[in-house]
């Protein structure tokens, strides 16, 4: 297997008393797209936390690029940070601001980068994205979609080596999910990211993933490629598949 970029060892999260997230053990690889399933609560966007080190572990180790985050400063964490895109769940567009000046919102906010070059960069990182010449529009304008698209433009600008997703298509219609999954695997291809998609759209996930875990009561109930995922006997899988009512999780 390709070089670990994150690497979980028994990790555990607990909070208030409830264990969120309990003993989970696994590996992500260099340019894996490796997606997490799991019902609504069950911990995803919690993982992605961790992993970006905006929480920390109850118990257990969790390495990010070789590193153990879970011993280090705050300092030392933004460094690391400054490696990863978090995609978030939902769009996190700022509304008052143009396209343009979302995209490019850490370059103005944190650099002295000419202005000239800072509109050089976001019009490459919106033609990544497949949305050029769209940089004096305003969040209300855009489709959905479209601002998925903003959201992952806004973390290219960053250059990252990882890339976290949570939800990218949730609230989209099929075509435009298949759009961003496309979206998530080429850029993945073209630029050679590790890519954590969050997700409950089990049909984007066993379309665009390497791997796959789903995430059932704090624990990770199978582990594996979508090949597999279809052909598990695992009931918990099967439900998840099929979304059948009849089934090991009980919908309350
Ligand atoms: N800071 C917190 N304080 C209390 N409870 C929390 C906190 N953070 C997360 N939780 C709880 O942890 C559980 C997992 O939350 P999380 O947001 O990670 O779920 P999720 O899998 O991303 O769900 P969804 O699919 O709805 O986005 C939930 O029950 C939530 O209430
Ligand atoms: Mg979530």
Request: without cysteine.
């Amino acid at each position: 297997m390709a070089k670990p970029i994150i690497q979980l060892e028994h990790l555990t999260y607990q909070v208030n008393g409830r264990t969120i997230l309990d003993d989970i053990t696994f590996d992500i690889a260099e340019q894996e797209i490796f997606s997490v399933l799991g019902l609504s609560g069950t911990g995803k966007t919690t993982l992605l936390r961790l992993i970006t080190g905006l929480i920390r572990p109850t118990s257990g180790s969790l390495r990010v690029f070789g590193q153990d985050i879970t011993v280090m400063s705050e300092d030392e964490m933004n460094v690391l940070r400054d490696r990863m895109g978090l995609v978030f769940q939902y769009g996190a567009l700022f509304d008052s601001l143009s396209v343009r000046e979302n995209v490019g919102f850490r370059l103005y906010e944190r650099t002295n980068t000419p202005e000239d070059e800072v509109r050089a960069i976001v019009a490459d990182k919106l033609r990544q994205v497949g949305l050029p010449n769209t940089e004096e529009l305003y969040p209300a304008e855009l489709s959905g979609g479209m601002q998925k698209r903003v959201g992952i433009a806004r973390v290219l600008v960053g250059d990252p080596d990882l890339l976290l997703y949570d939800e990218p298509t949730s609230g989209l219609d099929p075509v435009i999910a298949g759009a961003i999954d496309e979206l998530i695997t080429r850029l993945r291809d073209e630029l050679g990211v590790t890519s954590v998609v969050v997700s409950h759209d089990v049909h984007s996930v066993l379309r665009m993933s390497d791997r796959i875990a789903l995430l059932y009561q704090g624990k990770v109930q199978y582990l594996g490629t979508p090949q597999q995922f279809h052909d598990a006997d695992d009931p918990v899988v099967r439900q998840f598949l099929t979304g059948s009512s009849d089934g090991p999780i009980h919908v309350v």
